[in-house]
């Protein structure tokens, strides 16, 4: 069951993205606290949480190591094994045991690296022109380490918050999400999520933030094999009745179909912030859209535009064929991969009961790939939208925060599936160009370790009270 979502959202956000004049001065970091952050940054790099090596549950045990260290109870913190690697809780006991904890999370595991392509090793967490480099330094041992560091910091200051903080790590997020979806069902009882793999700020070309983004959604991902079966015979016997060609039929309706374009609260949200920072056409049409959402010419541009069209509704695409066994056979089956990017709050179901209509061919066989995952997108809730506000004021005041919606996939779905409403708020502040999560020589830029801690410590104290 979904909780009752807040509809506060507009009015929230036209008031959070104003121009805050009097901003707090923002904390400094303890020397201390900010040196153990990058301490446990380059352990955390040191650990090759790759799938199948099995290093998951020894990341875990030091970073419950670290955590008791710094004053957190040992029976406050589970280490669950899963196959090869595990799950870790950490709870932050708060002074009222009724009120719903706060669920901050991340993912231990990271995508391979293979030594042998690096510059440097990607185990090795190497300092070099203001990044500290390795896999993972990014994506998502920074948001671990950070969110450990910021809890470090609260205890150190003997902060006791009314709600319970939970930190919550994951062990497979790049893979299948399956301790996502163990721990997800064990949290489902939180107020929200607090994701650090997601959003964060984009720094321009002199260096200073342009915006914040705000992950509030994920549109679902799912695979539609449509395929075509045929008796096949000799290819010196053409008939018309051949899969290939129907399939090749199937694949054109499906490329002349539009899903019906759709907004929502978060998706206007976006346009709206991000309109008066876009310059040109598309920030004309930007600004138009958010303030009506049916206007043809707005979303003529911008559906015209690969990175944004996934904003305005659901989207499918043929991405792999496969069809025929000889070359001189008639095919036997033909088939294509359709992915398709769902809108939050659409079902599955009804995307592919559309497929069938649009392939519109009953010999055509249409099936659904895999256990898909539907999330509603979060609300924009005041409470959180004003916290955020107030964080990110303390590191780049006045900084324009634009709610967004992604492909997906973090393990935030997990949490939105079981109704609880969850935020990407990576305190990552990066130049595009220096982005290389997933890829070689991943790196994160020094300059925003103390921000981070800033951030958190903010965001927590917030929204624990
Ligand atoms: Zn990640």
Redesign the pocket.
């Known amino acids: 069951m979904h909780p009752i979502r807040t509809r506060a959202g507009l009015g929230a956000i036209a008031s959070c993205l104003a121009l805050t004049a009097a901003a707090a001065t923002a904390p400094s970091v303890p020397a201390d606290i900010s040196a153990r952050l990058r301490e446990i940054h380059a352990r955390s790099i040191s650990f090759q949480t790759v799938e199948g090596q099995g290093q998951v549950p020894a990341y875990a045990a030091y970073l419950a190591g670290v955590l008791t260290e710094g004053g957190f109870q040992p029976a406050d913190i589970t280490i669950t094994p899963f196959g090869e690697t595990a799950f870790m809780v950490a709870r932050y006991r708060g002074k009222d045991p009724d009120a719903k904890p706060i669920v901050i999370g991340?993912?231990m595991d990271v995508v391979s690296a293979f030594k042998a392509d690096w510059q440097r090793d990607p185990f090795t967490a190497v300092v070099e022109d203001g990044f500290v480099f390795g896999r993972g330094s990014s994506?998502?041992k920074f948001?671990v380490s950070t969110m450990v560091a910021a809890l470090l910091w609260l205890k150190a200051e003997g902060y006791k918050p009314r709600r319970d903080i939970v930190l919550a790590l994951s062990g497979d997020?790049?893979t299948i999400q399956a301790t996502t979806a163990v721990m997800a069902e064990q949290l489902k009882n939180a107020e929200l999520l607090l994701n650090s793999?997601?959003g964060g700020a984009t720094l321009g070309d002199d260096g200073k933030p342009i915006v914040y983004g705000m992950q509030a959604a994920e549109k679902t991902y799912v695979d539609f094999d449509i395929g075509f079966t045929n008796p096949g015979g000799h290819s010196s016997r053409p008939s018309p009745d051949n899969a290939i060609y129907h399939l090749a039929r199937a694949i054109d309706h499906i490329a002349a179909f539009s899903f019906p374009r759709q907004s929502s609260e978060l998706t206007r949200a976006y346009f709206r912030a991000a309109g008066p920072i876009t310059p040109g056409e598309t920030g004309a049409a930007m600004r138009r859209y958010a303030e009506d959402p049916t206007d043809a010419g707005a979303i003529a541009v911008l559906s015209s535009q690969p990175e944004h069209v996934g904003q305005l509704g659901t989207t499918c695409v043929a991405t792999m064929l496969q069809g025929g066994h000889a070359r001189n056979a008639l095919p036997q089956s033909a088939k294509v991969n359709v992915n398709c990017r769902v809108f939050p709050g659409v079902t599955i179901e009804s995307v592919k009961e559309t497929l069938v209509q649009v392939v519109d061919d009953p010999r055509a066989l249409v099936t659904t790939l895999g256990k898909p995952v539907p999330s509603d997108a979060s609300p924009l809730r005041d409470d959180v939208m004003k916290a955020l506000r107030r964080a990110i004021d303390l590191r780049a005041p006045g900084l324009p925060i634009v709610p967004s919606m992604s492909a997906g996939a973090?393990d935030s779905l997990y949490f939105r599936n079981l109704g609880v409403p969850s935020y990407g708020v990576s305190g990552i502040f990066m130049h595009p160009k220096d982005q290389f999560?997933h890829g070689l020589n991943e790196r994160v830029p020094i300059a925003s370790f103390d921000g981070a801690l800033i951030q958190w410590r903010s965001l927590l104290k917030d929204l624990s009270r």
Do not use: F, I, R
């Open positions: 991340g993912h994506d998502n948001g997020e790049e793999d997601a973090t999560a």
